[in-house]
């Protein structure tokens, strides 16, 4: 490749890539008609999207988009930071290596993937299928890997599909596939090793490379055990003086009963447990990056920070240990570890969030870790970095507004509806998103109904959700100013009635004047219910100050002043609740720079464009 004063690098986090026009061998089934499409298709249920962190259907376009948006851009090096695949199943992972390979010959684009939780599954793979993909009429069908017998696990009913594309592939299949892709060394390459390699920069030849990318050369003794497992993690330096650090974070441990392996879906955390040649290969790594002068860039699937902006000890207090996935936070150590050892600069995806953390160490050592956002979540979008010199980067969050073809299956979405809402209406989704106008639009409304039922249901306090379920706006701000506590009918009085701020002991003139301060008034805050606050809350949650494009900038003025009650106010027990969540959720309004910045290495700074 050819060396520009400018380099620019693309991150594409969870794609979760799913070919939604596959091709399929098997006679007996070639998938189902897509009415707007005109063609097969093999698609998942909205029922089913709406219930899970990603989209399985419409990210197919999203990717589409972003890679064009990035040939525009005349972007030449794309990291995808593993998911790149949904359950790394052969249909999918032929499809997304047949839109690599078109798109590195069109436009000379190089792809470095490495591999995450949903890419493989488990090591060595396994049969599988789903019980929700679209048929023709509406109704969701289950499509297995291979037919029921004794020797599987899969305990689908009788009627099953069966299409063997659907099976998980393991490692070596999904490398096999992939091999064009960073996880093996091509010729253009100025240099690539791999943690078992052992050969060095200046005795570097091509054929030694090879050798060593061989899966069989890539393994390691899992808990010093006798289980070998693959890590192919790898080292790039795809044009003349850049480093990317591949970083395979997978850690799957097996089961006591020797059926197989548990997901790998914690990250950092095992790898500190079971993959501690990683971390000293990783060390080794940037030793030789500081002593030949290299700009070293490490990416991986899992965060190596905290990713809540410092909030998560408070969000495990109120929310509980399990909710807002907090098994996935690394621990301290591990940002400390790797930030003495002198990495300073790690994209990470996993969480389908946008987000900028620092960890400074007692040494004085720095690592900033980029949180890349998924293509297939709320808020879609990837990043961009330019290195401008060796010591300065800047970042380019690009948000995927418009996405042609991202309402393809409307139609077909239309049918399953109508079949919900005659045979099962407590089932039956908010029909409102097949009314959207543009990607981002969707995924705002997608949001809102995964929220609604799955996160609210699943991981909100009932105290709190009472509070927040029955209020509008000027309710809590009635509450925020409480000065004793409250008896559960007069709560309750709050909920039902158009309460007098009087009724609080708080002068409604005060209360007006620092009102106009802000130059808000009480329609500001009736034009909002508790349940917008906890839509929003998620919203910058996921999106950091990307959620700034549409949360409302006049209920934002609304939250302040009623956070700001809230943590002052030391009389009222019935809040308690209300102003944990208060913090956490300023917090996350102040977190670090997240859509465009810049980074300076050197001293170890992100500078806000």
């Given at each position: 490749m050819a060396q520009s004063n400018e380099t620019k690098i693309a991150f594409m986090a969870d794609v979760h890539f799913s070919d939604v026009f596959p091709t399929i061998a098997d006679k007996s089934f070639s998938g189902?008609?897509?009415?707007?499409?005109?063609?097969?298709s093999l698609i998942r249920t909205m029922e089913s999207q709406l219930h899970s962190t990603r989209l399985f259907n419409e990210n197919y376009f999203a990717f589409i988009a972003a890679l064009n948006n990035a040939v525009k851009r005349e972007i030449k090096i794309i990291a995808l930071p593993?998911?790149?695949?949904?359950?790394?199943?052969?249909?999918?992972?032929?499809?997304?290596?047949?839109?690599?390979?078109s798109?590195?010959?069109?436009?000379?684009?190089?792809?470095?993937?490495?591999n995450g939780n949903h890419d493989p599954t488990s090591p060595f793979g396994e049969q599988s299928g789903k019980q929700d993909f679209l048929s023709d009429s509406g109704k969701p069908q289950r499509i297995i890997s291979q037919k029921q017998t004794s020797s599987t696990n899969l305990e689908f009913e009788n009627g099953s599909l069966v299409l063997e594309g659907l099976k998980e592939w393991g490692y070596e299949e999904i490398l096999g596939e992939l091999n064009n892709h960073g996880f093996f060394p091509k010729e253009n390459y100025?240099?690539?090793?791999?943690?078992?390699?052992?050969?060095?920069?200046?005795?570097?030849?091509?054929?030694?490379?090879?050798?060593?990318?061989?899966?069989?050369?890539?393994?390691?003794?899992?808990?010093?055990?006798?289980?070998?497992?693959?890590?192919?993690?790898?080292?790039?330096?795809?044009?003349?003086?850049?480093w990317l650090l591949a970083m395979d974070a997978n850690v799957y441990i097996p089961k006591k009963d020797g059926t197989g392996f548990n997901g790998s879906g914690v990250g950092y955390n095992d790898v500190f447990k079971y993959k501690r040649h990683l971390i000293e290969w990783s060390k080794k790594i940037v030793d030789e990056a500081n002593r030949l002068g290299k700009t070293l860039?490490?990416?991986?699937?899992?965060?190596?920070?905290?990713?809540?902006?410092?909030?998560?000890?408070?969000?495990?207090?109120?929310?509980?240990?399990?909710?807002?996935?907090?098994?996935?936070?690394?621990d301290k150590l591990v940002g400390e570890t790797f930030a003495d050892i002198g990495l300073k600069l790690h994209f990470g995806g996993h969480m389908h969030l946008n987000d900028t953390g620092i960890l400074k160490t007692e040494k004085g050592n720095t690592l900033i870790n980029i949180q890349s956002p998924s293509v297939a979540a709320f808020m879609p979008a990837y990043k961009i970095i330019t290195i401008k010199n060796s010591q300065f980067l800047e970042v380019e969050t690009v948000v995927l507004d418009s996405v042609p073809g991202y309402d393809t299956f409307f139609s077909e979405y239309e049918k399953e509806h109508d079949f919900l809402s005659s045979n099962f209406p407590e089932r039956a989704w908010n029909k409102k998103i097949l009314s959207t106008t543009s990607y981002l639009e969707y995924m705002k409304v997608y949001l809102e109904e995964l929220i609604r039922s799955r996160f609210i249901p699943n991981d909100w306090p009932e105290d709190l959700l009472k509070l927040l379920s029955k209020s509008d706006g000027w309710g809590l701000l009635a509450l925020s100013i409480s000065k004793k506590d409250l008896s559960d009918k007069e709560l309750e009085s709050i909920f039902t009635?158009?309460?007098?701020?009087?009724?609080?002991?708080?002068?409604?003139e005060n209360l007006q004047k620092e009102l106009d301060k802000k130059g808000l008034s009480k329609s500001d805050f009736?034009?909002?219910?508790?349940?917008?606050?906890?839509?929003?809350?998620?919203?910058?949650?996921?999106?950091?100050?990307?959620?700034l494009r549409v949360v409302d900038t006049n209920r934002l003025k609304c939250y302040d002043f009623l956070f700001e009650l809230l943590l002052n106010n030391d009389k009222c027990k019935k809040i308690a609740s209300l102003k944990q969540f208060a913090t956490i959720f300023k917090k996350q309004l102040i977190g670090e720079p997240s859509s465009n910045f810049s980074i300076d290495l050197e001293k170890g700074k992100i500078l806000k464009n």
């Open positions: 189902f008609t897509s009415e707007k499409g005109n063609k097969k593993g998911d790149f695949s949904d359950d790394g199943q052969p249909l999918h992972v032929k499809g997304l290596n047949k839109i690599l390979n798109y590195t010959k069109n436009y000379g684009i190089s792809f470095f993937i490495i100025i240099y690539w090793e791999t943690p078992f390699s052992n050969y060095t920069y200046e005795n570097y030849n091509f054929n030694d490379a090879i050798e060593a990318s061989k899966l069989d050369s890539r393994t390691f003794s899992f808990n010093k055990g006798d289980i070998k497992l693959p890590d192919v993690s790898y080292l790039v330096e795809p044009v003349k003086g850049i860039i490490g990416f991986s699937h899992y965060p190596m920070l905290d990713f809540n902006d410092g909030a998560s000890e408070s969000i495990k207090s109120l929310f509980g240990v399990n909710a807002f996935q907090a098994n996935r936070i690394p009635s158009d309460i007098d701020i009087n009724y609080f002991d708080y002068s409604i009736k034009a909002w219910s508790g349940f917008d606050l906890m839509y929003d809350f998620y919203m910058f949650k996921n999106a950091d100050e990307l959620a």
